[in-house]
């Protein structure tokens, strides 16, 4: 459970601009960080929307768009990682 709250927590970093991390560490941190979800269709899904949310928060904020939205979508979903990691 450690593993997976520390990938949380670094990728939680990342998003709040205190980590620069490339799309391969962000994807090494999503599969640590859903590694524990006995659901295996939910954590694919769950890892890939976080993923493609996360390597777009430049963009996203380079057309216009509210970066403190998109932000505020990005921790809910790990947010929503960490409760489908905690064990039943």
């Known amino acids: 459970m ?11 970093d990342i998003v709040s601009g205190r980590l620069y991390a490339d799309e391969a560490k962000c994807r090494r941190l999503l599969l640590r960080a859903t590694s524990a979800i006995p659901d295996l269709s939910l954590a ?33 979903t790990l947010n929503e990682i960490e409760r489908a990691s905690r064990p039943q």
């Open 2 to 12: 450690v593993r997976v709250e520390n990938a949380l927590a670094e990728l939680r």
């Open 44 to 76: 694919a899904t769950l890892s890939d929307s976080a993923g493609l949310m996360i390597v777009t928060l430049d963009m996203v904020e380079a057309l216009g768009d509210d970066r403190a939205h998109h932000v505020e979508r990005i921790m809910d």
